[in-house]
């Protein structure tokens, strides 16, 4: 066989794939990436659900089908395609790490879907999804939060300490802002479960408090303030 024989052979070998066959395999991407997209809706506790961001993870996984077709179908193009994605830069930045976890995830799927290996497709897409909704629909057994409590001069922290301990299983003060008239205590506070609501009602009634919020430690806020004078 000649170098040209050769060259010609790499050049024009692909994988004859007609429209039927590549409908089918684009078919599976879309159906594996509604599976992604579902478990995106289910397991998001954002404040903020982003549709557009859940929508753009099934139009990855497909243009990662595209790509491994591409690379799959000619020995030429897939070495010009590794140049030409060598190249690209993505500047947009990524504010939740499990936003990062669904786009490797969708290319990871893409990628499987393109090589036509939907055995192992599916059987990823079944079990990562599963670890994921386990991991946010099991109950914590310890939660962290952020108590803000807001009160006047004659507020005395060791009365609040004293509350706390009635509820949580450990108390540390984090900032202390005291002025002439006003004093506000954040406190970090460790409970088994959620926190109890009783603790925010036992703490009005401390003498000098005029408002309680509580944060969670996933920087989520849970927006409850029982009063305010």
Known sequence: MTKEE?????????????????????????????????VYWFSYKGVAYNRNFNMSLVVILEIAVVIMLMISSNIVISLGMVGALSIVRFRTAIKDSKDTVYIFWAIAEG?????????????TTLFIGIIILLFDYLPKIYNKYLLIVAGDDELDSSNITTVLNRYVTNTKI????????????????????????????????????????YIIESGETIGWKTKEY
């Open 174 to 213: 984090r900032s202390n802002n005291i002025t002439e008239k006003h004093q506000e205590l954040i406190i970090e506070v460790r409970t088994k479960g959620e926190i109890n609501q009783d603790l925010v009602s036992d703490l009005m009634d401390v003498k000098g408090i005029k408002s309680v919020n």
């Open 6 to 38: 050769i060259f010609n052979y790499f050049y024009t070998n692909n994988a004859n794939l007609g429209i039927n066959a590549m409908l089918l395999v684009l078919a599976g991407g879309l159906l594996i990436g509604a599976i992604i997209y579902l």
């Open 111 to 123: 990628l499987c879907v393109g090589s036509q290996n939907f055995k192992l497709a599916i059987i």
